[in-house]
């Protein structure tokens, strides 16, 4: 006879082996049922105050070990009293920093990285070419023949440099990606933003531009500022030239618009000179129209230079600014960032069908330009 079991034979559980079973489940991450526990990590945090004094003292490290920066970009702002506020300021933490010789580590860097300044004592070459000749009656007029430009290969590349204030960087990128399909073109970018030709004392591009051409030789420059220099004109070492209303303020901007000129000058080598769009900004504007005009003239006088018109190309149905411009497949496009001085993809673009063609004319062998 079989026999059968009923619920009074099953083992009897101990009423304490039910909390010993819950607390070896939660160590292996079970409930009490059987089910997975999910642990749930408390992540630490700052409290607010370690925060704020942990700022404080990274700022007063950054101001400490780059007080040397800081004067010099306190140097760069337009003449004012917020200029010699600034000036003041950073002068007198520069100071303490190198009496304690807390900003040595910056001084170490910048002198390993070539940062230091040493061209407070730069000058241009002497002018090579004669003044503008008169419009008197027997006034004659040369041609001078230039040794051509090397015809560029995939294998050795042209090697154009692009340098200038943040305009030129953009002009730079956009050349470079038009011509990205070309590879006997090599475009090196060197722009510098907030930089000019008037204060020699924030950036030198007199010197700057030596110095590339001795190390990268490049056989094309572009070359393109204007934007920032509407303010006065100050030599490296701090010496105050010319205030921007000075009635000779021109006559000294001239003169470093031909320096740059006369610098790039050597064997074949050309400088397309790129002029800036006009702005919508009327102080930057006055600006520009001044050094356009100034570089023209002084490119129209050297055979090695050729001056690239860009206000021309984006310009407005009255040949000025505007923000929108119809393009030659009769589509409308904005032309400017939102600070009316950079040109938007674009419009940059509409400059690059202009501009290659130009770079790519310069392959031609006896090239021939008429000069004084």
């Known amino acids: ?10 083992p009897t559980r101990r009423p304490d082996d039910a909390p010993a079973r819950t607390a070896a489940g939660a160590r292996r991450g079970e409930a009490a049922n059987g089910r997975r526990v999910r642990r ?3 992540r630490r945090t700052m409290s607010a105050d370690a925060v704020w004094k942990g700022t404080v003292v990274a700022l007063a490290t950054f101001v400490v070990l780059g007080s040397g920066s800081m004067v010099r970009s306190a140097e760069g702002m337009p003449l004012g009293w917020q200029r010699s506020v600034a000036v003041a300021v950073t002068g007198a933490i520069d ?3 190198n009496f304690l010789s807390l900003n040595r580590p910056y001084d170490w860097a910048a002198g390993a990285l070539g940062l230091e ?3 407070a004592d730069f000058e241009f070459p002497e002018e090579r070419v004669p003044p503008p000749a008169d419009d008197a009656p027997g006034a004659t007029t040369t041609t001078t023949t230039l040794p051509p430009v090397r015809v560029p290969t995939a294998e050795e590349p042209l090697r154009v440099l692009v340098a200038g204030d943040s305009t030129a960087k953009s002009l730079g990128e956009s050349l470079a990606g038009t011509t990205a399909d070309r590879p006997e073109l090599q475009v090196d970018i060197q722009g510098e ?4 030709l008037a204060r020699f004392d924030y950036f030198n591009w007199g010197a700057r531009l030596a110095q590339l051409l001795e190390e990268n030789d490049p056989e094309v420059v572009l070359f393109m500022v204007g934007a920032n220099d509407g303010q006065s004109i100050i030599d490296g070492d701090g010496t105050i030239v010319a205030q921007f209303d ?6 000294h901007y001239r003169r470093r618009v031909a320096g740059i000129m006369d610098l790039v000058e050597g064997g074949p080598r050309r400088l397309i000179w790129v002029g800036e769009p006009d702005v919508g900004a009327a102080n930057v504007q006055r600006a520009v129209r001044i050094g356009n005009q100034l570089a023209e003239e002084e490119a129209a006088r050297r055979p090695w230079v050729t001056y690239f018109d860009v206000a021309s190309i984006v310009a407005g149905e009255d040949g000025g600014y505007a923000e929108f411009i119809t393009l030659p497949d009769g589509s409308t496009a904005r032309c400017y960032a939102s600070d009316g001085v950079h040109l938007s993809v674009r419009c940059l673009a509409r400059v690059m069908e202009e501009l290659v063609p130009e770079i790519s004319s310069l392959y031609d062998d006896g090239v021939s330009r008429s000069g004084p």
């Open 246 to 251: 000075d009635p000779d303020w021109a006559d």
């Open 117 to 119: 300044r040493t061209d």
């Open 95 to 97: 100071r303490v920093a």
């Open 1 to 10: 006879m079989a026999s059968t079991r009923t619920h009074t034979d099953r």
């Open 193 to 196: 933003i907030s930089t000019g």
């Open 40 to 42: 749930v990590r408390v």
